[in-house]
């Protein structure tokens, strides 16, 4: 028979079950590389892994070092051609074209420091965006972002602003140098249409590499004419040259899309980053309140006890 204070404990076991402490049994782990819960430890690893890459960082990455490297490389061979063919063609006297072969061999050097600088910058942009992605995906965890990191995000949003405009003006000046050889090479497709159609002598079409302001006007010759400048444009270091600035042209093209492609991201992640720690204030502001509470209830449980 049971009687009614058994009755009453059971009732209050049965109702405040959850107040009384868990107890875990072990489980056996199975064998292989599955966990009792059926996932596999390496492969999920790995997929936490491909999962905290910026992909979108990695692929601007990649993006700018192409551009800066096409840009750079050949942009280098394609001024050393220059000025093989004004001194050979354009320019016979070696004080007349110096200043030019001064500030062509300065912006050599220029290139080396660019490429430099921008292997370095790229690397930092890819490491912030590997920090940027992991305060994202830890946001609930222990990860803390600090002052300091929305800093340092918020500078390299500025100072890749400042690189993409400056980045456009590069744009612009290496089509400087396409233009002039599209110029050449397209007079010398005139030259031969009229020598086939018979029109007009060739000797009449001139090329005066003066007018661009590149060498002084009293260079000499200073301009070629008819068969010497077909022979010009048939010649190898024009061909390479005008395909190389080509295509230093088209890598400064792709490297201000690779500044733009990380300006949205520093700005998304940046704001990602501000985010975060608005939420970081809210979980601590909560976590001080719910401690205040139990503080709160544990003091009156006591004094409760005392009266007792």
């Not at 800093?151 to 400087?176: D, E, K, N, P, Q």
Request: hydrophobic fraction near 45%; proline fraction near 3%.
């Amino acid at each position: 028979v049971i009687t009614r204070p058994e009755m009453e404990i059971g009732r209050y076991h049965w109702m405040y079950r959850s107040s009384r402490p868990h107890r875990y049994h072990h489980v056996p782990a199975l064998r292989g590389n599955i966990s009792p819960l059926g996932i596999q430890g390496c492969f999920e690893c790995c997929i936490k892994c491909l999962g905290g890459v910026p992909y979108a960082s990695l692929v601007a990455t990649i993006l700018c070092f192409s551009g800066v490297a096409l840009f750079c490389g050949c942009g280098h061979v394609a001024l050393t051609g220059t000025v093989s063919i004004l001194e050979q063609h354009f320019s016979t006297t070696a004080s007349d074209h110096a200043l030019l072969s001064e500030v062509i061999q300065l912006m050599q050097y220029v290139i080396y420091g660019i490429a430099s600088f921008f292997f370095l910058y790229g690397i930092i942009l890819l490491a912030e965006g590997f920090y940027t992605t992991s305060a994202v995906k830890e946001l609930h965890g222990e990860f803390k972002t600090t002052a300091c990191g929305r800093c340092i995000s918020g500078m390299f949003v500025f100072l890749t602003y400042v690189l993409g405009v400056a980045w456009l003006g590069v744009f612009g000046f290496s089509a400087v140098p396409v233009f002039m050889f599209y110029n050449i090479w397209s007079t010398c497709e005139v030259i031969r249409s009229f020598q086939t159609n018979m029109t007009v002598p060739g000797d009449q079409i001139c090329v005066d590499i003066r007018q661009y302001g590149i060498i002084p006007w009293n260079a000499v010759p200073g301009k070629a004419c008819g068969p010497i400048l077909e022979n010009i444009c048939n010649t190898n270091e024009f061909y390479m040259s005008y395909h190389l600035f080509i295509v230093a042209c088209a890598g400064a093209g792709a490297t201000v899309i690779a500044l733009i492609h990380f300006l949205m991201i520093l700005s998304s992640n940046w704001a990602y980053l501000k985010d975060a720690s608005k939420m970081q204030a809210y979980q601590d502001i909560k976590a001080k309140e719910e401690q205040e509470l139990q503080d709160i209830q544990s003091r009156s449980k006591e004094q409760l006890n005392s009266y007792t």
